[in-house]
């Protein structure tokens, strides 16, 4: 599984003109599933984004957690993250879940961050258009 969590003021998706997921402050995860992710996996990655120390203390040096913050999260599908582009110019995802696997760990994943703080999401396989302002800017990957 890996993430790229993104630290944003406002971000936004959007699916055939309209808003299907929008938030204020807090982290847009772009998430992707390779064949050998389970639900142990992702509990890990859950964990992981929620104990993220990336959000900025009193003194400016970045020391909170996101529920520290009353933050929210824009949680997108993205599958090209397993893209890998070392052999010629046109990434080949076979490292890439199928679709049909990776939905149900992406649910799975939003449903237990859900338990904790407030998630917004994409359409699994639809084409999205994603807007947002990167804080800092701070873009970090995760990776299990």
């Given at each position: 599984?890996?993430?790229?969590?993104?630290?944003?003021?406002?971000?936004?998706?959007?699916?055939?003109?309209?808003?299907?997921?929008?938030?204020?402050?807090?982290?847009?995860?772009?998430?992707?599933?390779?064949?050998?992710?389970?639900?142990?996996?992702?509990?890990?990655?859950?964990?992981?984004?929620?104990?993220?120390?990336?959000?900025?203390?009193?003194?400016?040096?970045?020391?909170?957690?996101?529920?520290?913050?009353?933050?929210?999260?824009?949680?997108?599908?993205?599958?090209?993250?397993?893209?890998?582009?070392?052999?010629?110019?046109?990434?080949?995802?076979?490292?890439?879940?199928?679709?049909?696997?990776?939905?149900?760990?992406?649910?799975?994943?939003?449903?237990?961050?859900?338990?904790?703080?407030?998630?917004?999401?994409g359409i699994f396989g639809a084409e999205m258009k994603i807007?947002?302002?990167?804080?800092?800017?701070?873009?970090?990957?995760?990776?299990?």
């Open positions: 599984m890996r993430i790229v969590a993104q630290r944003s003021l406002e971000a936004s998706c959007e699916v055939d003109g309209k808003i299907t997921g929008k938030i204020d402050k807090g982290l847009v995860l772009l998430v992707g599933f390779t064949q050998t992710d389970t639900k142990e996996v992702v509990d890990y990655m859950v964990r992981k984004v929620l104990n993220l120390r990336i959000f900025d203390d009193e003194n400016g040096v970045m020391n909170k957690s996101i529920d520290k913050e009353n933050a929210q999260i824009l949680s997108i599908s993205q599958f090209t993250l397993y893209g890998d582009p070392i052999k010629g110019n046109r990434p080949s995802y076979i490292k890439a879940l199928n679709g049909e696997e990776a939905i149900k760990l992406y649910d799975y994943f939003n449903e237990q961050l859900s338990k904790e703080i407030k998630v917004e999401t807007s947002l302002v990167n804080d800092g800017p701070i873009t970090i990957i995760i990776e299990k």
